[in-house]
Structure formats: structure tokens, C-alpha cells
């Protein structure tokens, strides 16, 4: 049976026999390299050439791997979060360092896939090879987590089951159907009756005035639509949206448009909890928009409460909302970190208290990401107060003893030159024992700041700086 | 540090992208020999290669060397190119890339035609490609001209059109009792259409369907088109001779 590693390696090399051409610069920056690769004149579409067979190969590649990582992925016993939200996460490689240190695996459907599959069909030439490149780069930097040696894969990318099983998409989108009929009840003006009726309705909304003219609870918009405002928000999220497509699903009316972004979040969601199920995972967004569907879709149909344990809020707390600083750590250190067994340690921290909060509804996930950064804070100072203290002891240690030790010696030499030669003889070996004393314990002493500078929580201290 | 000037920076984004297309191309033949090991790269890469092989330490820079790759004499349609590089300090410069064939200088632009159409054509497994995929290769690769491929189940409509058209004295050099157009009225099937005629029913349908534009008719009786003949039909297009008279020439 192949590891888990060895299928991750394989994975990121057939990424890299398509990206590397593009040079190592291209690394630096998955959007803008995305952006500037996908619109350069006569590279575009030499890429675009060369990645025809992408969507083979990568389809090939987890056909012939696809049972056995799902396999290992839910034999393993620990804490998992599973990614969905948008193609793949904003900064996989800022993401994944972040949820390293709180998390044993970090699950990623494989974003190139579901765009050779699923987006290639109907997306604008350029857009596709935008987004494959985005994502493909995306991956590939996180090279360094899928390959590090871990008890547990810090980070998996794993195929969507979507891709494989049709009827399995049936049944998704039947349920999402009705998913979406309910979220166009509860936020427009509209009553439909039926799931296969929705479809249709929203068609005959041509433009974006006619949905804005709609809405009638605006708390239900995701940030897209919302923001600046609904009347901005809708009319840019429609005009965006030209771009991304062929023609004929560029032309379609504001009101298909909106519904087929709400289905298709909706199916994701399905989709993603199967996947989350399988793995025993907590599901994981990290972005606002998702977030925000997914909340409204559990308040919608899990009203007896969230589908989320206390390690799942704080993960989605560190994924959605807890600064980037915390995704600095270098890889080799998170991976040294983990190895000492200190992700227990960091979890119990993180996650102290959380149950304080009464999480009747997953609105917002402000409350969680307070008590988190309570307890960074609370653990932050306890660390400063235990770097002071040992450089306290080193200090009283050092400076205070030897300057004592060091004059003895000094002495030694200074009276009668009779003398001198018996002090020196005599002070010099006991001076040198003091010394090397000395030496020994102000080494204890840094051995003790560089364990505790190099603790989880020190190396976040630090890049937090 | 002085500004780079409009033209520079547009000069070192001509040299990225050519740069990168190499890199593309390389990459992919690579691929394809890992995939083949008879697989053969294409010849005005060829060429290419030939000529850098020749720079070594000895040759000072200025110099320059050529690199030609021909088509054997049986192949079926042939291919020739040289090309000359200049070696300099840091870098290698082509000086010139030529269609000995087609006795053309090949710009950069076309070149980077050449590269995509060729990873185009050896993505696809069999020799020969239908007209549909050749005809929607050529119209992405030189899009102010259209190329359109006659229906040949619509052969007999095409050729009362054509007739029409000798009758009222449109289509020069032809009467109505040129004994070509006895063949013509005679056939019992579009490859029997003496290949004149079939160009010319071809033409007229894609004047039809694309009326102003620069259409080029395609008329042959077959299905399919061998990938070699779509590579050469792109090189005579491109910058073959008539190829100055394209608006994007």
C-alpha cells in the first residue's frame, strides 16, 4: 500500500512538471502569478496548449490512488479539519502553517481536479488557465508540509468524490435544491413552493436591479453581495462574473446566476460534510463567503445546534479570523515542535475556556477568536514572565558571580611576586573550577531559554514580532 | 537608478515570453519522450537544437553558427528550417529562423505559433485529425482569417450553387460546356468533382456563411486531415507566400 507521503509526493510532482516551466518566481505569488501568466499574449496560449492533457493526468492519478489516501484518511485516529469553501484555500501554505500548530491534518480536496473537471467546461479560456495556474502554485507550495516528516501528514490533499460518482451528485444536488429554495425564501422576496420550480424563477430576473429589488434580508447576503453595498455588491458580483465564463453562461441572467452560485455552495456543502463524515473530520472555512453560507445552512437545517466540537470553532477561529502572524512559523520548526509532542500542549491552550461560550448559533465566530486570543495573550505573558525570569537567573548567575570569581584570580597575581607564583598556582586551578561552574550552569540556564524560546508558543511569540 | 524606458520594458516582457514558450515546449517534449522514446521533437525545434549544440567555449562571442533539420526526401509534406544563433557574452541570440521550404524568414510571433499548434497537434494520439478539430486549431491560431470546411453531405446544393455561378458568367475561365463542368453535372459523389471545382464549391459556401470576413473554403472529400498536413496549412497561412496580404501578417 502506498503512504499517504508518497501519494502527496507524486501528486505535487505532476504539479510541478506543469508549473516549473513557468520559472521559480512564479512561487512567490499564486495570484498574481495566476493573473499574469493567464493573460500574456502567446504564453497564454502555449500554456493552455501544454495543459490540455493536465486534466488526464490528474484524473488518471487519483483514479489510481483515490480509494487508497480516502482509505488511509479515515483509518487515522486524530484531529483533522477538512477545507472547502472556495477552489482551494486564499494562502494554502499561510493556512495550513497556521492550522499546523493546532491541528494533527489539514485535509485539502485537490483544487486542480475540480477545475479540470468541473470549471474547464465552462469558463473563459483565460480564466481557466488563470485559475489552474493559481492553484495548481497554491498546492505546490505547500510542498514543504506534505512532505514533512510527521506521526501524522500535516496537510493531505485528497480527491472530491464529486469527480467519480455521478449518482452521488444526483442525490447532492437534489438535497441542495431544496437547500436553496429555502435560503431564496428566507432572504428574497419570493415564495417558492417547489425545488424545481426555483431554477426557473430566478431566470426571469434579467438583470442585477431586478434581485437587488428582492432583497429582503439582507443579514442572509454573504459579504460578495452585501458589500459596499447590496445595490454594489450584487451589480459587481454579476459583472465579475462575465469574465469568468463562455458565452452563453456569461450572457445568462442575474437571476441564474445568483441561483446557480447558491446551489453550487450548497452542493459543496453537501459534498463537503459527506467528506468531513468520512474522514471524522471538522469541517474548515477560510473565507468570509463561506462562512457565511455556511453558517445561514446550519442555522437553516441544524436548528438542535452546530455540527462543530470546541477544537473545530478554534480552528475555523484560526483559519477565518486570527491574524496571519500566527502562519510564520518555519515549516522545520512547526515540524520539530510537533515532533516534541507539543501540539497537545497548544491545543489544550488555544481551546481553554471555549466552552464558556454559549454557541447556540454559529453567526459569528467573534466570541471564539476573543477567547483564543485570550488565551494566546494569557500564554504569551506567561512565557515573557518565564524569558525573564531565566534571563534573571542567567544575569544573577554570570554577571554577579564571576566578576567575584575572576578578581580572585586576578588577585593571584597582583601581590609579592613570592607569592604570586603559589597563588597563582593555587588560585588559578580553583579559579578555572569556578569558571567552569559557572560556565555550566549559565548553559543549563540557555539550554532552559532555548527551550523555551523554541516551544510552540515561543516561535509564535517571536513571529509575532 | 534610471527609469526603464516603455520600449525596454516592452522588450524584456517579448524576451520572458519567449523565453517561457521555450520552456513550455521543452518541458512538453520532454514529457513526450518519457511517455515515447521515438517520439520526435519538432523540426524547427530541431533545428534549434542543432545550432546550440555547436556553441561551445572555442567560438567567440559575435560568432554566430547554423542549425538546419530537413524532412527525409520520402516525407510527405516536407519540412526544412535553419537557424542561426549569435553567441554573446551571457546569452544566445537568434539571429534568424527560416522556413528553407518555404524560403521565409520566421518572426518570433509565428514562431510562438508554431510552438503552440505543435503541442497542439502531438496532444492529440492519432496521425490524422478531423476536419472539425483542424478547422477550430487554424481559426484560434490566425484569427482574422476563417477557415470553414465544406459539409461535403451537402455536396449536391454546393454544386448547383457553383453551376448557377458558371451560368451567369461569375467564376472566370469557366463556361457552361467546359467539359470540367461536364464532370461536374456527371458526378455521383463530391470526391468525384474534378478538385478545381470542389475548391470553388467550397469557397462559395464559405462566402455564404462568412460574408466580408477573409474565409478560406476547405474542400476536401476526406474526413479526416493528416496532423503534418494542419502543421504545413499553418505554416503556408502563416507566412507563406500570400501570407502578406493577412491584416495581422
Redesign the interface.
Known amino acids: 500500500m502506498t503512504s499517504v507521503r508518497d501519494i502527496q509526493k507524486g501528486y505535487i510532482e505532476l504539479l510541478e512538471s506543469y508549473i516549473n516551466p513557468l520559472g521559480k518566481e512564479a512561487l512567490n505569488d499564486h495570484i498574481y502569478s495566476g493573473d499574469r501568466f493567464g493573460s500574456m499574449p502567446y504564453l497564454s496560449d502555449v500554456l493552455l496548449a501544454y495543459y490540455e492533457p493536465l486534466g488526464k493526468d490528474i484524473t488518471d492519478y487519483w483514479k489510481q490512488y483515490a480509494k487508497e489516501i480516502r482509505k488511509s484518511l479515515a483509518e487515522s485516529n486524530n484531529l483533522k479539519v477538512c477545507y472547502s469553501g472556495d477552489i482551494s484555500p486564499s494562502d494554502a501554505s499561510m493556512l495550513t502553517n497556521k492550522l499546523g500548530m493546532y491541528v494533527d491534518t489539514i485535509l485539502i480536496p485537490d483544487p486542480v481536479l475540480n477545475i479540470t473537471q468541473q470549471l474547464a467546461p465552462v469558463s473563459d479560456r483565460n480564466f481557466y488557465l488563470r485559475s489552474v495556474v493559481r492553484h495548481a502554485i497554491n498546492m505546490v507550495k505547500i510542498k514543504p508540509l506534505l512532505d514533512a516528516d510527521s506521526e501524522f501528514p500535516i496537510t493531505a490533499v485528497y480527491p472530491s468524490t464529486k469527480i467519480f460518482n455521478r449518482d452521488f451528485v444526483e442525490k447532492i444536488r437534489d438535497a441542495a435544491s431544496e437547500d436553496a429554495r429555502v435560503y431564496i425564501n428566507q432572504t428574497f422576496n419570493l415564495k417558492l413552493k417547489k425545488s424545481d420550480d426555483a431554477f426557473e424563477i430566478m431566470q426571469s430576473f434579467k438583470k442585477p436591479e431586478d434581485i437587488i429589488a428582492l432583497v429582503k434580508n439582507e443579514s442572509n447576503l454573504i459579504p460578495d453581495w452585501a458589500l459596499p453595498s447590496v445595490q454594489e455588491g450584487i451589480k459587481n458580483f454579476y459583472d465579475g462574473g462575465k469574465q469568468m465564463y463562455i458565452k452563453e453562461f456569461a450572457n445568462r441572467p442575474a437571476g441564474e446566476a445568483i441561483y446557480m452560485y447558491i446551489l453550487g455552495r450548497l452542493m459543496s456543502f453537501h459534498d463537503h460534510f459527506e467528506n468531513c463524515k468520512e474522514f471524522a473530520a471538522e469541517p474548515l472555512y477560510d473565507s468570509p463567503n463561506s462562512w457565511k453560507m455556511f453558517t445561514w445552512y446550519l442555522d437553516a437545517c441544524f436548528p438542535e445546534g452546530n455540527l462543530l466540537t470546541n477544537e473545530g470553532l478554534v480552528a475555523n477561529s484560526i483559519g477565518i479570523d486570527n491574524p496571519k502572524w500566527i502562519g510564520n512559523l518555519p515549516v522545520d520548526a512547526l515540524v520539530e515542535a510537533r515532533k516534541r509532542g507539543e501540539l497537545s500542549e497548544i491545543r489544550a491552550t488555544l481551546t481553554k475556556n471555549i466552552n464558556r461560550i454559549k454557541f447556540t448559533r454559529v453567526e459569528d465566530l467573534e466570541g471564539v477568536t476573543a477567547q483564543v486570543q485570550e488565551n494566546l495573550k494569557n500564554e504569551f505573558d506567561e512565557h515573557q514572565r518565564k524569558i525573564k525570569d531565566i534571563e534573571k537567573r542567567f544575569k544573577n548567575n554570570f554577571y554577579l558571580k564571576s566578576p567575584v570569581t575572576v578578581v580572585g584570580e586576578l588577585l593571584g597575581y597582583i601581590p609579592d611576586p613570592h607569592i604570586q607564583a603559589a597563588s597563582a598556582l593555587i588560585s588559578l586551578p580553583f579559579t578555572l573550577l569556578g569558571l567552569v561552574d559557572i560556565y555550566r550552569s549559565s548553559n543549563k540556564i540557555l539550554e532552559e531559554d532555548r527551550a523555551e524560546r523554541g516551544r510552540l508558543i515561543g516561535l509564535m511569540y517571536d513571529s509575532e514580532k | 537608478m534610471t527609469q526603464k524606458s516603455e520600449e525596454d520594458e516592452a522588450r524584456e ?1 517579448a524576451r520572458e ?1 519567449f523565453q ?2 521555450m ?6 517534449v520532454q ?1 513526450r519522450i518519457a511517455d515515447d522514446e521515438s517520439y520526435q521533437e519538432p523540426r524547427f525545434l530541431r533545428a534549434m537544437i542543432v545550432a546550440y549544440y555547436q556553441i561551445n567555449d572555442e567560438l567567440k562571442d559575435g560568432e554566430t553558427v547554423m542549425g538546419v533539420s530537413v524532412s527525409d526526401e520520402n516525407e510527405d509534406p516536407q519540412e526544412g528550417y535553419a537557424v542561426i544563433l549569435k553567441k554573446h557574452k551571457n546569452f544566445v541570440e537568434i539571429v534568424s529562423h527560416q522556413d528553407i521550404i518555404l524560403n521565409t524568414e520566421i518572426s518570433i ?1 509565428n514562431l ?2 508554431l ?3 505543435s ?2 497537434l502531438d ?1 492529440i494520439d492519432t496521425k490524422a485529425v478531423k476536419w472539425s478539430v483542424a478547422t477550430e486549431m487554424l481559426n ?1 491560431l490566425v484569427p482574422d482569417m476563417v477557415f470553414i470546411k465544406f459539409p461535403n453531405n451537402q455536396w449536391k446544393q454546393g454544386r448547383d450553387e457553383l453551376l448557377k455561378e458558371i451560368w451567369k458568367g461569375r467564376i472566370h475561365g469557366l463556361t457552361p460546356f467546359d467539359p470540367m463542368v461536364a464532370k461536374v453535372k456527371a458526378a455521383t459523389s463530391f470526391s468525384e468533382v474534378p478538385q478545381v471545382l470542389r475548391q470553388f464549391i467550397a469557397t462559395l459556401y464559405a462566402a455564404r456563411k462568412s460574408p466580408g470576413k477573409n474565409a478560406l473554403g476547405i474542400s476536401s472529400p476526406d474526413k479526416d486531415i493528416d496532423k503534418a498536413k494542419v502543421f504545413e496549412l499553418a505554416r503556408i497561412v502563416l507566412y507563406g507566400p500570400g501570407s502578406k496580404y493577412r491584416k495581422d501578417s
Open positions: 516582457l515570453v517561457k514558450c520552456l513550455v515546449l521543452l518541458a512538453h514529457r510571433t510562438l505559433k510552438i503552440e499548434l503541442i497542439r496532444n484560434k
